[in-house]
T-cell receptor, first 114, second 109 residues
Framework: IAGITQAPTSQILAAGRRMTLRCTQDMRHNAMYWYRQDLGLGLRLIHY???????GKGEVPDGYSVSRANTDDFPLTLASAVPSQTSVYFC?????????????FGPGTRLTVL | GQNIDQPTEMTATEGAIVQINCTYQ??????LFWYQQHAGEAPTFLSYNVLDGLEEKGRFSSFLSRSKGYSYLLLKELQMKDSASYLC??????????WGAGTKLIIKP
């Protein structure tokens, strides 16, 4: 693995189903983020984690949950998917304390909820 | 509230220069970032400004004026591969990134 990986690449899901989007990084970054990107809108933060064992809510957390059991993995779960959760989901990570604190992004998961 | 404004779309000619503006109103300021995003791909980091002035990186430069809440990204000697969306983001007082909707740049031969 090099950088950040996400799985699946894309998914079509029936409304009401539970879904977990996976995110793994091998850069030993302590901070990780989940964003959604919708046409005409900027990236919106769903949840974040500043370090393993801690999580926080972003701008649009409703309907989503996360966990951070270790440094590398940060899964995002939709407990009961709704059509408004159709979006492209990006996971990102950041090494806190660096000179620019740049966020690095995974390739994204395209989710369609019908 | 927090707000980042940038033009929705711009068109420029190959070999020319284009300036993409970004204005912001945020709760606190801890730096401004520019990212490039090609269609169907993830955003990738281009530049970072935390002090006023111009930062130059090859064909790309970024300018910041904190007093005016204003930044621009300058792209010189445009190439077809520069066709992409350019995202402006400000890191706020909570150290979270607030994102603009992005500017889609179309390069014509």
């Amino acid at each position: 693995i090099a950088g950040i990986t996400q799985a699946p690449t894309s998914q079509i899901l029936a409304a009401g189903r539970r879904m977990t989007l996976r995110c793994t990084q091998d850069m030993r970054h302590n901070a990780m983020y989940w964003y959604r990107q919708d046409l005409g809108l900027g990236l919106r933060l769903i949840h974040y984690s500043n370090t393993a064992g801690t999580t926080g809510k972003g701008e649009v957390p409703d309907g989503y949950s996360v966990s951070r059991a270790n440094t590398d993995d940060f899964p995002l779960t939709l407990a009961s998917a709704v059509p408004s959760q159709t979006s492209v989901y990006f996971c990102a990570s950041r090494k806190r304390g660096g000179s620019t604190d740049t966020q690095y992004f995974g390739p994204g998961t395209r989710l369609t909820v019908l | 509230g927090q707000n980042i404004d940038q033009p929705t779309e711009m068109t420029a000619t190959e070999g020319a220069i284009v300036q993409i503006n970004c204005t912001y109103q945020t709760s606190g300021f801890n730096g401004l970032f520019w990212y490039q995003q090609h269609a169907g791909e993830a955003p990738t980091f281009l530049s970072y400004n935390v002090l006023d002035g111009l930062e130059e990186k090859g064909r790309f430069s970024s300018f910041l004026s904190r007093s005016k809440g204003y930044s621009y990204l300058l792209l010189k000697e445009l190439q077809m591969k520069d066709s992409a969306s350019y995202l402006c983001a400000v890191r706020d007082s909570n150290y979270q990134l607030i994102w603009g909707a992005g500017t889609k740049l179309i390069i014509k031969p």
